[in-house]
Each structure stands twice: as structure tokens, then as C-alpha cells.
């Protein structure tokens, strides 16, 4: 028992890797690999179950950090592997992680199908403003004019809205969490995890080495008037982000406006909380197995392949069948 | 006296969408069901509708393995498609042509190429000819051409009239009115077309009337105006043959992936690989032999880099994956290649070549991704290239890959080709049942085992038992970083260097277990110093070939390298010791399977036969090349031009 006790006697989490982290001190990748890890535990899923993919980058580092199955792939591919995991073992809980240079940049087009397939996973953007691993240059979703430590110029590029973004490609859940705020962070991945479609997470993580504007102290607003800080929670003030599975056009084209106005809030006041979840979208999943009724019975990760004795269990003979000449039995030339 | 072997050269032309794929499949089916082997080529243009297409069929007695130069018997309807091919109607051979396109001038066919156009005019200049269709068929029937005009527009007339169709309706059955006729000319009952015309259009009965009653119209017509002027006795003289399959390389790649039971693939559309996965999505659910269904995924996505990076996903599972692609989305897959590299991951590549580089020619076939598929990626890992020769290899080789990449770990590179994917032909059925399924080593849990699991343990053979995502009890990592056992990111100098080892080692593993027969094969007279090698789709040719010049009575070997990487360099060494000559054929430029020999085993080809036009090499082309050499008239270097294709 001792092995599974932390040095203060906690319950130590089966998602715990014992891995040197190699992220900077103060760093807010930190907190949501605290905050994924909890949510795991908390949700009670088996390391055996979970696939976290990760993306390049200082949060590609992800899934060494936790031991569950933990896959580093490539920048901004990071979807696609997801995506073939999940759709080839459906029973998979499958968590993709990036950061944003990863997700809306390098890997935009990927971004935008997976929201447009509606696959059952959840993607976390760690969401900085900047290339950290790379050594700070502006990433999507700095701001016009903005100048982070490593630049020469102030960026002369519009922004992206990963929210807008997401909500035109089809995501049907998005939702905002800050790395510092656990408790919320927790909450919301549990949601963004349990909703059966395409979930993308965008966290806001300080990035304490390369982006100075954009730190602790200006989330906690210190340069404003007002104590409460920047951020503020779309659910505490009553927003409700649900588009329920017998919703009309009428409903679906109120909320998704609704996710539109808030999401190009920023500056002094920043939502956080769920944007926007969609129950009436059927998900990939529905029409494959639809389509494919076997699908549901053997997955591709489980498929029958040969027997015991290595021999091909496929029958093809209908399918030869439909490619075969019979013989003509009538008069063949005149 | 009747020859021990004999064929016969058919061929069709027409715009796009006038269904001339269909009619051949039909008319291609009608032969084989009278015991006839039959071996088509399609070409065709990067358009939807109206640019020209034509398709060849070599039909024999024996099995042909490449099409012909020459058309015995040519069928039109459009000016277009008389003018390219009447210069490659044999002299005695016959010419199907609509009337009214006699009168068309050359200069009035947009889409014929300048050179081809300035060419045809002059001869026909020269000749004393006007420079018109009229003036081609003229110099045509002067060397021996039969020409049979047909009066398609008044046959079609009549029959939109008989149906009560319109006239644009009724004239879609054209290319069945031209089919029709050809077979009648040859003799062929019209019973058995009207079988094929069922299997094809059977599921429209508005679609088949129109179609049969066409088919009905040509013999009609035919009977009356020219009775079977074209039979040739020999066609008539065919054994039962109870079964035969008229199959395409597409089709042939899939069903061998449906054998080896695979279960997951991804592509992007792109020509012309993706008949393939086309293929694949019709035949949905694949019946098991114990009973029940699998139901593997064939995915369309958004491009080649998530093709290949979701094939990777699915193959970490456990499913046997794939993809399909031609060079561009190969190009895009490469990282994910090297990262299916670096993770051990059987990942499946179906290449199909084309005409490169860039956009190239799309619906054209090329050779030129040889060296690209043995080296593609940055850095160094381990990959397996095969590359099938023909239909029937494609079935067995695209079952064989799944084995190799499951065994070794590694991805498999199946290279194809536009004129494979495009050769139809008569095979007898292909057999599966027995072949073995390597699954390779798979890591066994054991419930009182630590995890995590160490994915990439150095083993003696490089071969790591491979855990999968999602079983129990085998929690891993994998990282496309250079890592340690555990797959965890490092960058220890020793470590590295023992997981480039591992890694490597898997190459000279694959040499040491594959068999002769799995890294090449040898035909003709295997004592022969007279020597030929080849790859891919370039055998049948090669085969045809060969065959020709031992009918000649000079015995050639002709080799077709089946294992392009790692590369067989020792047994092709001893192999060809004693060569002489040694001659290389291939379709591309630069002659790429010649500099691997070069690099491997310092030996390289006396007679380099190259062609890289686009179109594949043919018997008849290499026949002629070779029997210069055999006559002291052979080029270190020599490309082998058809203006006609």
C-alpha cells in the first residue's frame, strides 16, 4: 500500500508518472497536467483506457508525464493520430494536447475536420501566445500589435479565435479554463471528456519565460481598477451553453450566436467555463456503425484476422464472385 | 497451319464519359467467358468529360502481358479517337468509324495535340491526300485497312424512335452500338455480349433496354452490310474454362488487403489510387469463415498528412492498417512515415506511381518514385519496398505487406502504378485460404507484470514484443523523439546509438529471413547469360518480351526484382555474375533501379531501356530493343518513344 501513498499520505493517482518534468518552473503547462491528472482519478478511469496523444512542443511533453498510454507524435498532426486511435478502439478514452502554434497553426486543417467529424475526443489547446520550445516567437493567438519578449516587431498578424473557430468547424463542445484555476479546469475537462462528440479545451497557460505580457499578474487583472481579475466564469453568471439533442434550428442558431458574442470578449473581461455544447449532431461514430453494422460488433482494433493457425478468416468468395466469368453455356460464335 | 500462340489486338476510343471503360469491361468479360485470356490497358486523360480515353485489349489463346503497339481491329465513333489510333491499325487490320466523321478536317480537333496534328498533316500532304479524316482513311485503305464505317447518328435515330427516347438519351448507348458492331464483325454471339450487357447495366432496366437493343441494332446491321468479315478462326477454337476472373490491379490490391484482414484505411482522393479505396468501400461487410462479418474502415479525410498520421493511430491498436496514395500525398505522408518508423509501427503504403514531379501527369504511369519510396523521410529508419509486377502479384504482394510490417514493425512501401491500377485481365481465381498471417510478436500481458510496459526492449533481433493501446494491463509510451525503452524522449548518446542499432538491424534481418522467392523472381531460360531485370509494372512487358525472342530461338533470363529495399544487393551479386549482356528496363528517366544496382553491387546495365512518356513499356517495343542488342545494335542508354499513345 505504502507504493500507492504520497509522502503526506494522499492516495497517490494511477495516472502518476514518477518522470522528471522538464517544463520551466512557474510554468502553466504545470496546472493542467495536475488538473488532467486529477480529472482521471477523479473520473475513476483506468490507465488502460485512456490514450493521451501529444502534439510538439512544451505540452507535447504531455503524456510522458502521466502513465496512462501516452503518445508524442508530430506538430500538428496530433488529431489525426487521436482520431485513427479512437475511431480503431472506440472503447479508448482519447485526449489530444497541444499547443496553439500546434493546433491553429501547422495543424489548422486538422483542427477543422476533426470538429467537422464529431469524433468522441477531447482536444486540450495549451494556449500561450507563443512558440516556447522553439524560443518565443508569436504564435496564432497573439494579439495584433502585440510584442512578446523574443520578438523584434509587434505582431503584425490578426489573431486567431480558437472559440470562433471551432464553433464553425463543427466542434460540439468548447470550452475556456485558465492553467491556475484547478478547480474549474477539472471540471471542465470532466465535461469536455464525458460529451460524446468533438470537445476542444483552450486553456490559458502563462508561459513565465517567453510571454510577459500575458503572465499571472495580468490575468489577476493587477493593472485594472477592479480586484476580481480578468477572467471571469460564463456558468457563474448564468450563461447557458447547451443546445439540447431535440433542438431546433431556431435553438442551435441562438446558442451558436450566443458562443459568437462571447468568445470575442478579451481584454479586461475573459470568459471562461462552456462556451458551447451541442447534444443534436449525430457524432462519427453513429452512421459508421449505421453503415457498417459489424463495426459495432468488432472494432477495427478487434477485427478477426486468422485463426490459430495463422489462416486468413476472411471469406472472399462473393466478392470474388462479382469479378468472376462463368463459362457460357449458349452458342458462343455465330 | 494454326500457330501454337496466337493474339489479337482490340482497341476502343472515345471522349470521356462516353463509357468506353464500361463497354471494354463488358466486351472484356464476353471473351473471357468463351475461355479467351484477355489483358486491357486503360489511358485516359485528367478531365471529367470529352477529353480522350482509349482502351487496348490483347486478346490470346495464351496468357499476354502487356498490350500491343498495333491494333488488329480499331472501333471509333468520334473524329478524335480515329485520328490518334489509325496509324497504329496493323495492315491488315480493321477500322470501326462513325460515316459522318469522314469528312471532318484535321485542323478543326481542338484537342489533338500540335506536333501530332503537323505530323499527320504533312504525311498526308506528302501523299497527295487532303488533310481531313477522309484523306487518314484513304492512306489507311491503300496499305490494306478494312474500314468499316457505321452510321451510328441514323442507328441511334431509329432506336431513340423504337424506345421512345430522345435522341441525346438513345445516343449514350454509342458506345454499346460500337461494341456491338466490333463483336459482331468478329463473330462473337450476341448472346453472350447481352449476358455481359446484364451483369453491368442489370440493374436499370430502362439503361439495359436501351443497351441491348443498341447491341441488337449493330448485329443487325453488321449482318446486313458485312456479315463476321473479321472473325479469325482461331478465336473460335477456345478449351472450357469453368471460372475465370477479369480483374483490375486496383481491385486485385484491395482484395488482397481484404484477405489479410485488414481493418482500417484512410486515403485522399488523388489519381489514381483511390479506384482502390473506392473499391474497398463497396465491399462492406467481408463474411468471416466461422460465421459473422468484419467490417473494416475505409476512411476519406481531409489530406495525406492525416491519412497517414490516422493509419498510424489505428495500427497502435492493433488493426491492421493501411493507406493509399500516388506520389503528391506521398510526398505528405513522409513524416509520418518516419514516424512510424521511429515507433516500430506496421503501417501499410500503397503507392501508386504517376507521371511526376508536382502534378505531373496524373493519370499517366511512371516509374520515378523508387528512389523517393527507399528514401523518403529525414533521417535514417528502417522501411520494407515491394513492388508488384503484376495484377496477380498485386493480390498477393498486398496480403505479404501486412505480414511484413507486422513482423518487422516497420512500414511497408507497396509500390503500384497508374498501369497496373488501369490493366484489367482475365486470372484464374486467387487463392488465399492457405496463405500463412504473420501477426509478428505481440506483447502478452500478465496481470502480476509492472507496468509500464518497456515498448521498445532491446531484443536480439531488434524485434520489441509490441504492446497495443487499449489492452489490458500494457500501459507504454511511444514518442516520435529519439527515446528510451520505455519510450520515453532521450537523448543519451549511448542509448541512441543501441536504438539506431535496433532499429536498423530490423534490414538485415528482413535479408536474412525473406526467401529468393520473396525478393525476386526469374523467367525465361534461368541459364541464359543474356540478361534483363525489371520492377513493377514494367514486368509484363519484360515477360512478353522475352517470350518473343525464345520463339526467335535466343534465350533470354528476364529477372523482376520483387524486394526493392532493403535492397537484395548479395543474391543479385552472385546472380548476376555471369551476365551478359546485362540489360535494365524501366519507366522513368533516369534509370533508377540501374543506379541502385550501381550503388550495391557496382555493377550496372550494358543497355539501359528506358521510357518515361507516360505510358507503359509494351512486348512489342521491348521485343524490337532487344533483338538489337541480340544483333550488336544495342545503346548503353535507350528510350523507347510512341507517338500514338
Known sequence: MSDN??????????????????????????????????????????????????GIGCSGKTPYYLASYGIHTLHGRVLPFATGAKLANPALTVIAVGGDGDGLSIGAGHLVNAGRRNVDLTYIIFDNGVYGLTKGQASPTLHHGEQTKAMTTPSMLEHINPQMLALAAGFTWIGRG??????????LMEQAIRHPGSALLTVLQPCPTYNQLH??????????????GRLYSLQDEGYNPLVPADAGQALLDEKMLQCLGVAQQWNTRIPTGVFFQDLSKPHLLDPIAQCHPGYAIATPAQQPVCDEQGRPLACLDTHFEALSVRASNAKRWR | MKQEYEEFAWRIGGPQGSGIDRLANVFGRALASCGLKVFGHREYHSNIL????????CISTEPSYSHRETADFLVTFDAE????HLPAVADDGHVLFATADADVPLDTLAFLDMHFKQDLIATLTQSGQPPTIAGMLEQARHRGVQLVPIPYAEILAALAHECKLSRHHAGRAINTLAVA?????????DELLITELKNVFGNDPNILDLNTGAAARAYDFVAEHHGAAASRTWLHEQREVRETLFINGSQSVALGKLAAGMAFQTYYPISPASDESLFLESQNPVPLRHGGHAAPLVLQVEDELAAAGMACGAALTGARSATSTSGPGFCLMTESLGWAGMNEVPLVVSLYQRGGPSTGMPTRTEQGDLQFAIHAGHGEFPRLVLASGDVEDCFYDSMQAFNYAERYQLPVI??????????????PRLHYEDKHIDRGEIFTSNDSQATPVARFALTASGISPRPLLGQDNAQHWLSGAEHDTYGQVSEDPVLREHMMEKRMHKLQQILDDLSDEEKFCVYGNKTAQFTIITWGSTKGAVWDAVKRMAQQGIEVRAIQLRLLWPFPAAELA???????????????????LNALLREHIGRSADHLLLKYSGRPMTGDALFAALQSIQAGNGLPRRVLHNPNE
Open chain 2, 50 to 57: 470529352g477529353r480522350h480515353s482509349y482502351f487496348d485489349f
Open chain 2, 181 to 189: 458492331a466490333s463483336s459482331a464483325l468478329l463473330g462473337l454471339s
Open chain 2, 574 to 592: 552472385t546472380l548476376l555474375a555471369d551476365a551478359a549482356p546485362l540489360v535494365i528496363a524501366e519507366c522513368n528517366y533516369s534509370g533508377q
Open chain 2, 414 to 427: 507497396h509500390m503500384l502504378d497508374k498501369a497496373l491500377a488501369s490493366t484489367s485481365q482475365t486470372l
Open chain 1, 5 to 54: 501513498k504520497t509522502e503526506t499520505g494522499h492516495n497517490k493517482s494511477p495516472f502518476h508518472s514518477d518522470r522528471a518534468n522538464d517544463w520551466c518552473a512557474g510554468c502553466g503547462d504545470f496546472g493542467i497536467l495536475h488538473s488532467l491528472e486529477k480529472t482521471l482519478t477523479t473520473m475513476e478511469r483506468h490507465p488502460d483506457q485512456v490514450a493521451v496523444f501529444g
Open chain 1, 215 to 228: 503572465d499571472k499578474d495580468w490575468y489577476a487583472g493587477k493593472d485594472l481598477d477592479n480586484s476580481t
Open chain 1, 178 to 187: 485558465y492553467a491556475y484555476d484547478v478547480d474549474q479546469l477539472c471540471d
Open chain 2, 81 to 84: 479517337s480515329l485520328c490518334r
